[in-house]
């Protein structure tokens, strides 16, 4: 049974930083490329970062560009967010994904979907 868990997430101010963890189990991490979505209260769902499997392709949605880090941990079945220079706006519940194709990942289709890990900015 597939499970992908996410956990970091917390209160923190305006300009601080976070770091959210995604443990993947039962599957073999490295053929999954992964991606962070958010989602906040009366809005849509919306990618922020994405990582290839192997290949180390990272893309970044531009509202994230030089603030968040993608990167994943073969070694610990884990995919990483660092997010620095936090803002009001990046308030959410940030959610991991798991997708056997780089582009059904960017595209939102990934295979599996985590629970969740709420990130709350305050000003």
């Known amino acids: 049974q597939v499970q992908v868990v996410e956990s970091g997430g917390g209160l923190v101010q305006t300009g601080g930083s976070l770091r959210l963890s995604c443990t993947a189990s039962?599957?073999?991490?490295?053929?999954?490329?992964m991606g962070w979505f958010r989602q906040a209260p009366g809005k849509e769902r919306e990618g922020v970062a994405y990582?290839?499997?192997?290949?180390?392709?990272?893309k970044y949605a531009d509202f994230v560009k030089g603030r968040f880090t993608i990167s994943r941990a073969s070694a610990k079945n884990t995919l990483y967010l660092q997010m620095n220079s936090l803002k009001p706006e990046d308030t959410a519940m940030y959610y991991c994904?798991?997708?056997?194709?780089?582009?059904?990942?960017?595209?939102?289709?990934?295979?599996?979907w985590g629970q969740g890990t709420q990130v709350t900015v305050s000003s």
């Open positions: 990582i290839s499997a192997t290949s180390g392709i990272r």
């Open positions: 994904a798991a997708g056997l194709y780089f582009q059904s990942v960017i595209n939102g289709n990934p295979d599996y």
């Open positions: 039962g599957l073999t991490f490295d053929d999954y490329a």
